[in-house]
């Protein structure tokens, strides 16, 4: 043991010497600086006060760079085009020269009439000379920081030198830089990283500064990763992003990001799967960019790859969402997540984080070089691109029925108008004869009603309503990034239908999102007051209705008061139950009504026409939960983000986010337990998000023991994807119910005995669910499935299902016929038929309390909505039953 600890002591003394000596700023990585630059203007160097790459910079310093740079030189325009939610402005440069700055918004405006194909034939002449638009977006993931500092750098070169090659750059471009999209993720991992960092520099892979503790600073406030969000909009980042990308619409997009360290560099043109709706040229144009990279790579002997790892399937990406907007959207990926300043790849070569601000610096410029040479060509792809008969797309028409607020079809509404898709209504009814219908892809005879709503494939952004609009996608590659679907018709849960006729319409455009209906309605001096549950944001109100000290109550059956018939769910809110507030009543229904976007109708009698009565016991009074979800490792930070943001940011109702190593499910401290240790005994409903096999070390074998007696006392735990695992499938000595998953099938055949190892990655891709959706039957007279429809979509990521049994509450499940299971997306047979029947979502009843089962990410990137109210209904109602 002493010669092993001498050999250490040894070996530790060596690698101290040598991360001494490791430079941090070498010659190599220098950004031209053989080039004359304007004195006047200075340097991220010069204001920072040290070479980008050998420190990480905060972002405010980033944002005073920004803005100094734009006061110092005329080919720049400073702007702020949002905020996060930690109130971080967002920031984005335009830089271009002097003279096409002096007639900036007429190129603008230019250019958005070729965007929305109004060029008149002159005006194309010219639009095709101008000069080539070039976006960039940095630093979309917080903790791939190499790209903002190179972002700095960039603007830089473009506004401070002298040289030909630059001029010419200007010239003939307008570069719209995205600074840092994730301020909030970045400063997260930078003062993380800053407070750990060694003074001697820690090139050691196990040091402490290359492992950040969760979360993590990928992903944004609500720890969600924003380079999915690009179509839905669901953050202020990608919404202010989106916005002003539209403004510009450029020709050539690169997104920039880092990967783990000891990858090398990757740019494109990537691997499939593909979004075959793209332009065929686009694979071309790819490659030429790429090229133009690997070339200046080669010159510097810089390793790369570029047809590998990433595909560009999925639309929300920042190398797609351009893409699918009639740009060259591309990927580039620097080798460094994790790296800090300087590590040790897997190789031993010393990776400084000065080279990966280099190569980032070093694949725009040569970007840009490539777009300036071939701006004619580009800006012809781009308006080849915008033009609707080009469209590969069956489909003619998207048909969208009028929910009445009763489901979230204003939430598609919104984004397909914040993407620039043209929206229309039917003004008179019309019969189609070969709709499509989204439920299960087969074409009838269907009457849409005025009032429905239809999107026309035949508009500029074509492309964009294709890929999010079609029921299946041609998947060319099971094995993929992402996932395999993401159409809003079938992420919503909407009553939805194609047609690939040319049809005669009398319709009307949408130019503003209609309002949801809201207000109230009803009795003057009023027994009760109704809220339809089924209403889109109905939990919003209860959470409101709570926080404002009234009595609130559940309909466990539907019931009519002679004039509507009001379903399961519905809230009842009982004067007689809420004394002490008849003056103020009918003034907060209505301040809830406005605030909460719902309709509230006051009744003047308890009495109804068919049904229960509104006091009866089938009305059951429910009570605002004491609601904890506990976080850090090993649950999944994006779905507890997921989850935080449904209720904090929309529902309005407190969930506290609770440590599961300071959760204790007793009053009585454990031995050596200090000041801080949080009670379980204090809230009635707790959330796992995820955690799998880790939730044996939250809850040891004495506190799952206390876990379940609290249950059994009245509380309602929420087990959602993997933390499903937990209360399944054990084994007799088990203290949990009997509740079995369904497993994947084995393969025994002599195929896979003898695949070669060359095959078994296709092999085995086949085999996985890659976030597919699946028809989905539910019980929706459980209080779980309150407000959702018979008819859903899960969103499954894998052969994982419940298999129903008496001793639980099947509430969602899989269609029974396998052929039938899969909606949209990939699953091969085997897995369906597996999944054929099983269940989505369940309830065990135990003791008085009650365990909830999700194996189903419920509400997935928030846009996966369907389901979303299932995840409401177990925090907000079934404790109350």
């Given at each position: 043991?002493?010669?092993?600890?001498?050999?250490?002591?040894?070996?530790?003394?060596?690698?101290?010497?040598?991360?001494?000596?490791?430079?941090?700023?070498?010659?190599?990585?220098?950004?031209?600086?053989?080039?004359?630059?304007?004195?006047?203007?200075?340097?991220?160097?010069?204001?920072?006060?040290?070479?980008?790459?050998?420190?990480?910079?905060?972002?405010?310093?980033?944002?005073?760079?920004?803005?100094?740079?734009?006061?110092?030189?005329?080919?720049?325009?400073?702007?702020?085009?949002?905020?996060?939610?930690?109130?971080?402005?967002?920031?984005?440069?335009?830089?271009?020269?002097?003279?096409?700055?002096?007639?900036?918004?007429?190129?603008?405006?230019?250019?958005?009439?070729?965007?929305?194909?109004?060029?008149?034939?002159?005006?194309?002449?010219?639009?095709?000379?101008?000069?080539?638009?070039?976006?960039?977006?940095?630093?979309?993931?917080?903790?791939?920081?190499?790209?903002?500092?190179?972002?700095?750098?960039?603007?830089?070169?473009?506004?401070?030198?002298?040289?030909?090659?630059?001029?010419?750059?200007?010239?003939?471009?307008?570069?719209?830089?995205?600074?840092?999209?994730?301020?909030?993720?970045?400063?997260?991992?930078?003062?993380?990283?800053?407070?750990?960092?060694?003074?001697?520099?820690?090139?050691?892979?196990?040091?402490?500064?290359?492992?950040?503790?969760?979360?993590?600073?990928?992903?944004?406030?609500?720890?969600?990763?924003?380079?999915?969000?690009?179509?839905?909009?669901?953050?202020?980042?990608?919404?202010?992003?989106?916005?002003?990308?539209?403004?510009?619409?450029?020709?050539?997009?690169?997104?920039?990001?880092?990967?783990?360290?000891?990858?090398?560099?990757?740019?494109?043109?990537?691997?499939?799967?593909?979004?075959?709706?793209?332009?065929?040229?686009?694979?071309?144009?790819?490659?030429?960019?790429?090229?133009?990279?690997?070339?200046?790579?080669?010159?510097?002997?810089?390793?790369?790859?570029?047809?590998?790892?990433?595909?560009?399937?999925?639309?929300?990406?920042?190398?797609?969402?351009?893409?699918?907007?009639?740009?060259?959207?591309?990927?580039?990926?620097?080798?460094?997540?994790?790296?800090?300043?300087?590590?040790?790849?897997?190789?031993?070569?010393?990776?400084?984080?000065?080279?990966r601000v280099w190569d980032h610096y070093t694949t725009a410029l040569a970007t840009m070089g490539r777009s300036v040479a071939n701006r004619v060509a580009l800006r012809q792809y781009s308006l080849n691109a915008w033009d609707p008969a080009n469209n590969k797309s069956p489909e003619k028409y998207y048909f969208l029925r009028d929910d009445k607020g009763k489901g979230y079809l204003h939430?598609?509404?919104?984004?397909?108008?914040?993407?620039?898709?043209?929206?229309?209504?039917?003004?008179?009814?019309?019969?189609?004869?070969?709709?499509?219908?989204?439920?299960?892809?087969?074409?009838?005879?269907?009457?849409?009603?005025?009032?429905?709503?239809?999107?026309?494939?035949?508009?500029?952004?074509?492309?964009?309503?294709?890929?999010?609009?079609?029921?299946?996608?041609?998947?060319?590659?099971?094995?993929?990034?992402?996932?395999?679907?993401?159409?809003?018709?079938?992420?919503?849960?909407?009553?939805?239908?194609?047609?690939?006729?040319?049809?005669?319409?009398?319709?009307?455009?949408?130019?503003?999102?209609?309002?949801?209906?809201?207000?109230?309605?009803?009795?003057?001096?009023?027994?009760?007051?109704?809220?339809?549950?089924?209403?889109?944001?109905?939990?919003?109100?209860?959470?409101?209705?709570?926080?404002?000290?009234?009595?609130?109550?559940?309909?466990?059956?539907?019931?009519?008061?002679?004039?509507?018939?009001?379903?399961?769910?519905?809230?009842?809110?009982?004067?007689?139950?809420?004394?002490?507030?008849?003056?103020?009543?009918?003034?907060?229904?209505?301040?809830?009504?406005?605030?909460?976007?719902?309709?509230?109708?006051?009744?003047?009698?308890?009495?109804?026409?068919?049904?229960?009565?509104?006091?009866?016991?089938?009305?059951?009074?429910?009570?605002?939960?004491?609601?904890?979800?506990?976080?850090?490792?090993?649950?999944?930070?994006?779905?507890?983000?997921?989850?935080?943001?449904?209720?904090?940011?929309?529902?309005?109702?407190?969930?506290?986010?609770?440590?599961?190593?300071?959760?204790?499910?007793?009053?009585?401290?454990?031995?050596?337990?200090?000041?801080?240790?949080?009670?379980?005994?204090?809230?009635?409903?707790?959330?796992?998000?995820?955690?799998?096999?880790?939730?044996?070390?939250?809850?040891?074998?004495?506190?799952?023991?206390?876990?379940?007696?609290?249950?059994?006392?009245?509380?309602?735990?929420?087990?959602?994807?993997?933390?499903?695992?937990?209360?399944?499938?054990?084994?007799?000595?088990?203290?949990?119910?009997?509740?079995?998953?369904?497993?994947?099938?084995?393969?025994?055949?002599?195929?896979?005995?003898?695949?070669?190892?060359?095959?078994?990655?296709?092999?085995?891709?086949?085999?996985?669910?890659?976030?597919?959706?699946?028809?989905?039957?539910?019980?929706?007279?459980?209080?779980?499935?309150?407000?959702?429809?018979?008819?859903?979509?899960?969103?499954?990521?894998?052969?994982?299902?419940?298999?129903?049994?008496?001793?639980?509450?099947?509430?969602?499940?899989?269609?029974?016929?396998?052929?039938?299971?899969?909606?949209?997306?990939?699953?091969?047979?085997?897995?369906?038929?597996?999944?054929?029947?099983?269940?989505?979502?369940?309830?065990?009843?135990?003791?008085?309390?009650?365990?909830?089962?999700?194996?189903?990410?419920?509400?997935?990137?928030?846009?996966?909505?369907?389901?979303?109210?299932?995840?409401?209904?177990?925090?907000?109602?079934?404790?109350?039953?």
């Amino acid at each position: 043991m002493k010669k092993l600890l001498a050999v250490g002591l040894f070996t530790a003394l060596i690698i101290n010497c040598l991360t001494a000596q490791v430079d941090l700023n070498p010659k190599r990585f220098a950004f031209d600086p053989q080039l004359t630059y304007d004195a006047a203007i200075k340097s991220p160097a010069q204001f920072l006060g040290y070479e980008p790459g050998t420190r990480f910079t905060v972002y405010d310093q980033v944002v005073d760079y920004c803005a100094t740079l734009g006061d110092a030189s005329p080919k720049v325009i400073y702007h702020e085009y949002g905020e996060t939610y930690e109130h971080r402005p967002l920031v984005n440069l335009i830089i271009t020269s002097e003279a096409n700055m002096a007639r900036l918004e007429e190129i603008r405006q230019l250019h958005i009439k070729a965007a929305e194909g109004t060029l008149t034939a002159t005006e194309k002449e010219a639009w095709l000379q101008l000069p080539v638009i070039v976006t960039m977006s940095f630093n979309i993931h917080g903790n791939e920081a190499s790209s903002t500092e190179a972002a700095m750098q960039i603007a830089y070169r473009l506004a401070a030198a002298q040289d030909g090659d630059t001029k010419d750059l200007l010239d003939h471009g307008i570069y719209n830089l995205f600074v840092c999209i994730n301020p909030d993720g970045r400063d997260r991992y930078v003062y993380w990283y800053n407070s750990m960092r060694r003074n001697i520099t820690g090139v050691e892979p196990a040091d402490v500064e290359h492992y950040e503790p969760w979360p993590g600073g990928r992903t944004n406030h609500y720890w969600f990763d924003v380079n999915r969000d690009w179509v839905w909009g669901v953050h202020p980042e990608a919404r202010g992003l989106t916005e002003e990308y539209q403004r510009w619409m450029g020709q050539v997009h690169v997104d920039y990001h880092e990967q783990g360290y000891n990858s090398n560099y990757f740019t494109v043109p990537g691997t499939t799967p593909r979004n075959k709706f793209l332009p065929d040229r686009y694979e071309a144009w790819a490659d030429t960019f790429g090229r133009a990279n690997v070339k200046a790579f080669d010159a510097h002997k810089i390793n790369y790859f570029t047809r590998d790892a990433f595909d560009f399937f999925y639309p929300g990406y920042g190398s797609s969402y351009p893409s699918v907007m009639g740009s060259i959207g591309m990927l580039c990926e620097q080798g460094g997540i994790g790296a800090g300043i300087a590590i040790t790849t897997d190789d031993d070569y010393v990776l400084i984080f000065k080279q990966r601000v280099w190569d980032h610096y070093t694949t725009a410029l040569a970007t840009m070089g490539r777009s300036v040479a071939n701006r004619v060509a580009l800006r012809q792809y781009s308006l080849n691109a915008w033009d609707p008969a080009n469209n590969k797309s069956p489909e003619k028409y998207y048909f969208l029925r009028d929910d009445k607020g009763k489901g979230y079809l204003h939430d598609v509404l919104a984004i397909l108008m914040r993407q620039n898709i043209r929206v229309d209504r039917l003004t008179q009814p019309v019969t189609v004869p070969a709709a499509i219908s989204y439920r299960d892809g087969k074409a009838g005879k269907a009457v849409f009603d005025a009032g429905t709503y239809v999107v026309r494939a035949d508009q500029p952004r074509y492309l964009m309503i294709a890929t999010i609009l079609d029921r299946q996608m041609e998947i060319e590659d099971s094995v993929m990034y992402d996932m395999a679907t993401w159409s809003m018709p079938l992420a919503y849960n909407l009553d939805a239908y194609t047609c690939r006729q040319m049809l005669s319409l009398k319709s009307e455009p949408v130019t503003t999102l209609p309002a949801l209906p809201s207000g109230m309605t009803g009795a003057a001096n009023a027994y009760a007051y109704l809220i339809d549950w089924d209403q889109r944001y109905a939990p919003t109100a209860l959470a409101l209705l709570w926080e404002k000290g009234y009595q609130v109550r559940s309909s466990q059956e539907p019931f009519s008061d002679g004039t509507t018939t009001y379903p399961q769910g519905t809230l009842v809110i009982l004067a007689g139950r809420n004394l002490g507030k008849e003056d103020v009543i009918a003034a907060d229904m209505k301040s809830v009504a406005m605030e909460a976007q719902v309709e509230i109708k006051a009744i003047e009698s308890g009495r109804m026409v068919e049904g229960m009565d509104l006091a009866s016991r089938y009305s059951h009074p429910i009570e605002q939960p004491k609601v904890a979800m506990l976080v850090d490792d090993p649950f999944s930070s994006q779905t507890v983000g997921q989850i935080s943001w449904l209720f904090d940011q929309e529902t309005k109702l407190p969930v506290q986010r609770v440590r599961g190593s300071v959760l204790m499910q007793s009053s009585l401290p454990k031995f050596g337990q200090r000041y801080g240790y949080v009670d379980l005994n204090d809230y009635n409903v707790l959330i796992l998000a995820g955690g799998g096999n880790g939730l044996n070390e939250v809850f040891a074998k004495e506190d799952a023991g206390q876990l379940k007696a609290w249950i059994q006392a009245g509380g309602t735990v929420i087990a959602t994807e993997s933390a499903v695992n937990y209360f399944t499938n054990n084994d007799e000595k088990s203290i949990w119910p009997k509740v079995t998953m369904t497993k994947s099938p084995k393969d025994t055949t002599k195929t896979l005995m003898y695949l070669p190892y060359s095959e078994r990655q296709d092999y085995f891709g086949k085999k996985r669910i890659p976030g597919s959706a699946l028809n989905g039957l539910v019980d929706n007279t459980n209080p779980l499935a309150f407000g959702v429809k018979k008819e859903v979509y899960s969103l499954n990521f894998g052969p994982m299902a419940i298999k129903p049994a008496a001793e639980l509450q099947t509430v969602g499940y899989y269609v029974q016929d396998s052929s039938q299971v899969l909606a949209s997306g990939y699953a091969d047979t085997a897995n369906l038929k597996v999944l054929a029947g099983n269940a989505f979502a369940a309830v065990v009843p135990l003791g008085r309390g009650k365990i909830v089962l999700l194996p189903d990410n419920t509400q997935f990137r928030m846009f996966w909505r369907g389901t979303s109210r299932m995840m409401q209904n177990a925090v907000m109602v079934v404790p109350g039953y």
